[in-house]
């Protein structure tokens, strides 16, 4: 879904980048209300994750792959706000380090790979558990539904800036057939990576996911043969995992996918990619402005063994995001701390 420069003319790339630029203004302050001094490290991971996880490209049919877009999975781990600035610095690294989505078209790929995908995957998610029991097993079943339906949506959205802007002739009727249907299958994959992912979190730390917030279940037990609910407790149950542990297990992994796991993902083109070369929507493609980056493509400059060039860009790519993530979250708590100590202090003079 990564659009490279010159799929979309100028004037369309500049109005979808200051779309993309206004939606960030307004998630950098939307995500001061998000996040606090629990969930402000998950955020950095949370990227860093997506960051290796769309380097594991899965097949979905003859010659075609599709990997994770991670908007479903930033909104319901970290919220919307969040996650839409999750999937941004993810982009922006991808596209300046790794020559991966055109930088002309970074806002095209900004508006459409991060903030379709969370709008639509978040309301779809709210909306299902307004819907379902109260219960943490909705919050992943919920999670599937979303990010399923996330995908396509994004593969909408592409199909209606390249009827505005889109630099070849070519039948929008078409593109819309194509890219919907490989889309679909693509979005499958993403909402079982969702699922699974949110369902793990769930079950060690269900206080840090931002989309199991009041869906905690009240123990119930039997008396005289009817069931009714314990009194809440005095003191707050004790977490599973601790956030340092959670958060060492996450980064591990992450490195782990990207650096070693990543050699066996699927080489074939993603749908856009096959898309764009069986209709004629590359004609015009450009090359990319940091193609000579040393970790263009995801390999290393030099390194001439491919398992380890591809790992050790992976690697690289996972703690660039996490530190990159990390500093704009931790700026973004800062911020809400100055703004929050004011008022708060205001109060207690004596």
Known sequence: MHVPDGFIDAPTSAVTGVVAAGALAVSLRGARRELDERTAPLAGLVAAFIFAVQMLNFPVAAGTSGHLLGGALAAILVGPCTGVLCVSVVLLMQGV?????????????????????????????????????????????????????????????????????????????????????????????????TALTVGAVIAVRPDLVHGARGLRQRLQLRVNGTLVDAPA?????????????????????????????SFYASADPDGLEKVAHDKGIDKKAEEHAASDSPLADYGVKDVSDARLSGGLAGVIGVGVTVVAGSAVFWAVRRRRDADVSPASTAGTGV
């Open 233 to 261: 407790p005095t003191a707050p149950v004790a977490a599973r995992t601790s956030r340092r542990t959670l958060w060492v297990t996450g980064l591990v992994t992450s490195l782990v996918l990207a650096g070693f796991v």
């Open 97 to 193: 380090l790794f020559a991966d989505g055109g930088l002309t078209a970074l806002g095209v790929n900004i508006t459409d790979m991060a903030i379709v995908t969370t709008v639509v995957s978040y309301a779809l998610f709210r909306g299902l558990l307004a819907v379902l029991p109260r219960k943490r097993r909705s919050v992943t079943i919920a999670s599937f539904v979303a990010a399923l339906v996330s995908v396509p949506a994004a593969a909408v959205a592409f199909t209606l800036i390249y009827a505005v802007g889109g630099t070849t002739d070519v039948s929008i009727g078409k593109v819309a057939t194509a890219m919907i249907g490989v889309h679909v299958l693509i979005g499958i994959g993403e909402a079982v990576i």
